[in-house]
């Protein structure tokens, strides 16, 4: 079975910092990784996703991540981090279900804080 | 944009009641997914679908229960409300094998229930 580990259930950083929100996966396949946002009682916004094209992507709100294989690891990074990005941060991972479709795995969440 | 619509965003309800809770999407997906959020434990699976009149447990189904009548409706029912089914209930639709990306979820806004 997949799983998602994300280091640390919170994470401060100051405005301007860089944001650094780590994600590490187990998959005995190439996996197919996932960052999503969600803002304070909003549902999940997809960030970006890997599905095995460029290792590095890129995705909304100035957000990029890469993909390591060697590290099982896919960490969320932004050079500098806005008021706006304080929310909570979800990395799952994706698996075919026994049923034939995609099922994602989710990680326990990082929640960004951005201090003035 | 693809739209997932969770009928009620607040509920408080009484140990006992029977609870409905209403997901409806616009896209045409073929899958739905009904997810329990808690703090400090991520998503967790509950139901799924992956066609009409089709659901496969997930993780964590005591307790509840779900219907799918309709392509575009998923409905989780918890028969008998408890105190540990406070949460915040989240749903989600994919494509479906021929249209899906990896796996990626489109969210509804959740739903708070407060069970007391």
């Known amino acids: 079975a997949q799983s998602v580990t994300q280091l640390g259930s919170h994470v401060s950083v100051s405005e301007g910092a860089l944001v650094l929100l780590r994600c590490n996966y187990s998959?005995?396949?190439?996996?197919?990784l996932f960052w999503y946002v969600q803002y304070p009682n909003q549902g999940l916004q997809l960030l970006l996703k890997?599905?095995?094209?460029?290792?590095l992507v890129k995705g909304i709100n100035g957000f990029e991540a890469e993909f390591k294989k060697s590290e099982t690891s896919f960490h969320l990074t932004k050079p500098s981090a806005h008021m706006s990005d304080a929310a909570e941060y979800f990395c799952?991972?994706?698996?075919?279900?026994?049923?034939?479709?995609?099922?994602?795995?989710f990680g326990k969440g990082t929640k960004l804080s951005v201090i003035p | 944009d693809v739209k997932v619509t969770q009928s009620s965003r607040y509920l408080v309800k009484r140990t006992g009641e029977k609870v409905f809770l209403e997901c409806v999407q616009d896209m045409d997906h073929e899958n739905m997914f009904w997810y329990r959020q808690d703090p400090g434990l991520g998503l967790r699976l509950i139901y799924f679908?992956?066609?009409?009149?089709?659901?496969e447990k997930g993780d964590i189904p005591e307790g509840y229960s779900v219907s799918r009548e309709k392509k575009e409706r998923f409905s989780l029912i918890l028969e008998s409300a408890s105190t540990n089914q406070t949460s915040m209930y989240l749903c989600a639709s994919s494509p479906g094998l021929a249209g899906e990306v990896a796996g990626e979820l489109f969210f509804g806004e959740g739903s708070r229930l407060t069970v007391l």
């Open positions: 998959s005995s396949v190439p996996p197919y």
């Open positions: 679908s992956y066609d009409v009149k089709m659901k």
């Open positions: 890997y599905t095995s094209a460029a290792t």
């Open positions: 799952a991972v994706s698996d075919l279900s026994g049923a034939g479709s995609y099922q994602l795995t």
